[in-house]
């Protein structure tokens, strides 16, 4: 079983940066392509941003393109979502999971391609 720990949510206003953290218990961490999902509430869980396996394919959602940036550091077991320029409908429980393959594929915005799942952590932006 992968254990995946989000961190680095909180409250923040618009216009603010932020920076959540993933990391992985995986020993494997660098074979698989990891996602960044969120959920607001009352809405479904929605793709933001996935790369691969090597950090140099990388998807984002259209909301956060421009925004948002996913990074990964394999030496340290660790995903990341830099987000920029925050907006209120930012607001959403922010996801990590792995996606048990190495690369960016059909399917890599779908949360049911996704085999491993962290437990979420918060991000409010509100003025």
């Known amino acids: 079983q992968v254990h995946l720990v989000e961190s680095g949510g909180g409250l923040v206003q618009p216009g603010d940066s932020l920076r959540l953290s993933c990391t992985s218990s995986?020993?494997?961490?660098?074979?698989?392509?990891m996602g960044w999902f969120r959920q607001a509430p009352g809405k479904e869980r929605e793709f933001v941003a996935a790369?691969?396996?090597?950090?140099?394919?990388?998807m984002y959602a259209d909301s956060v393109k421009g925004r948002f940036i996913i990074s990964r550091d394999n030496s340290k077991n660790t995903a990341y979502l830099q987000m920029n320029t925050v907006r209120p409908e930012d607001t959403a429980v922010y996801y990590c999971?792995?996606?048990?393959?190495?690369?960016?594929?059909?399917?890599?915005?779908?949360?049911?391609?996704?085999?491993?799942w962290g437990q979420g952590t918060q991000v409010t932006v509100s003025s």
């Open positions: 790369t691969s396996y090597s950090g140099r394919a990388i």
């Open positions: 995986e020993r494997t961490f660098s074979d698989f392509g």
């Open positions: 999971a792995s996606r048990g393959t190495p690369l960016l594929h059909n399917g890599y915005d779908d949360p049911r391609e996704y085999r491993d």
